[in-house]
């Protein structure tokens, strides 16, 4: 459906609309995902911590490494932290070489967490099966590039 369909409103500018339509389309991905990560107990951003753990391949992560590679980054990462331990899918350790620093891992739980949501996961892309590879590139070309230029812009808002 058309977005001035489903919104029943007019635009702008074809730009506007567009600001409008990946917001859309953000929100009602972002339900689904959130729904997704709700059967599995986490968080949406607990699962995005979990995924950077994991590509740490066993190697301790600090927690300001964690922060670079969020998706949201203005999450409370500590407490993040905090309710993956309790629910044992994490572990934190002292670092040897520097004691106010601590290290975190990917537990054993935590990756079969994963690799259970990844088979889940898989059901929530066939939402995208339509789309070519082709066009799929495209968008993540377009999208990079709005990002990028969103980046450089940063300091201006």
Known sequence: MKIEEELQSKFKSEHHKLVVNLHLTYVRITARFQDLMKEHGLTATQYNVLRILRGQKQ??????LIKERMIERNSDVSRVIDRLLKKDLIERKANKDDRRQKD?????????????????EDDFLQ????ISLEEVKKMNEFLDQIRSKLNKGDSEY
């Open 104 to 120: 975190i891992i990917i537990n054993d739980r935590g990756l079969n967490m994963l690799e259970t949501i990844g088979k889940a």
């Open 59 to 64: 190697k301790p992560a600090s927690i300001g």
């Open 127 to 130: 939402a995208f099966e339509d």
